[in-house]
């Protein structure tokens, strides 16, 4: 089973701070995204990669950065935090999709506070 | 665009009883329909995807048919038990050339003994 991990699991932070959430996978997939996570609106993707160095924009993107620095390793920054990024933040990662690959492996998310 | 729309919840069941968790879809491509799990305290997890139309998908009890003629793919379950309290979100994805995945809103079930 394929092990996706973020770190903090929770962080709290100010208004007009700057926050990085992290996340790791250990089983060689290709595709790693962040989504957030909100009531009303499901999980909407922010940002997504395809490898090493590449960053591909998601749905709401507005107020956030991303960075792969690896294949394992992929970083969600926010540079400005503003309460409404007040979220539960899931990373996830997967294969290159075919019909027998297509499914996300997720992590067990970040709670991230904007005072 | 691409989009989901599912049962709003929550949804409150006796153990025992059936479950029909509604979803339809809209998109210009050929997806592949999923139907996602997330357990409290958990990130989502597959619960099974069907790629093609016409087809039935199933795990755990939980089956779903693909219906390309009513964009539909709704959830359903003969007999729910406690355990299976959690959030359910209906998902797409587009065609086999992205790698992304439309969520819908989810459905909170609550079953109680």
């Known amino acids: 089973e394929a092990a996706v991990t973020q770190s903090p699991r929770n962080k709290v932070t100010v208004t007009g701070g700057n926050v990085t959430l992290s996340c790791r996978q250990t089983?060689?997939?290709?595709?790693m995204y962040w989504y957030r996570q909100d009531t009303g609106h499901g999980l909407r993707l922010i940002h997504y990669?395809?490898?090493?160095?590449?960053?591909q924009i998601g749905d709401v993107p507005d107020g956030y950065k991303a960075t792969r620095t690896t294949q394992e390793d992929f970083f969600l920054l926010l540079e400005l935090a503003s309460p409404s990024q007040t979220s539960l933040y899931f990373c996830?990662?997967?294969?290159?999709?075919?019909?027998?690959?297509?499914?996300?492996?997720f992590g067990h998310g970040t709670k991230l506070s904007v005072l | 665009g691409d989009s989901v729309t599912q049962t709003e919840g929550p949804v409150t069941l006796s153990e025992g009883t059936s479950l029909t968790v509604n979803c339809s879809y809209e998109?210009?491509?050929?997806?592949?329909l999923f139907w996602y799990v997330q357990y409290p305290g958990e990130g989502p997890q597959l619960l099974f995807k069907?790629?093609?139309?016409?087809e039935k998908g199933s795990n755990r009890g939980f089956e779903a048919t693909y219906n390309k003629e009513a964009t539909s793919f709704h959830l359903q379950k003969a007999s729910v038990q406690e355990s299976d309290s959690a959030v359910y979100y209906c998902?797409?994805?587009?065609?086999?050339?992205?790698?992304?995945?439309?969520f819908g809103t989810g459905t909170r079930l609550q079953v109680l003994p």
């Open positions: 998902a797409l994805s587009p065609s086999s050339n992205t790698n992304k995945v439309v």
């Open positions: 089983n060689s997939h290709n595709y």
């Open positions: 996830a990662s997967s294969d290159v999709w075919g019909h027998l690959n297509e499914r996300l492996f």
């Open positions: 990669s395809y490898g090493a160095g590449n960053l």
């Open positions: 998109t210009k491509q050929y997806p592949t």
């Open positions: 069907v790629p093609k139309a016409n």
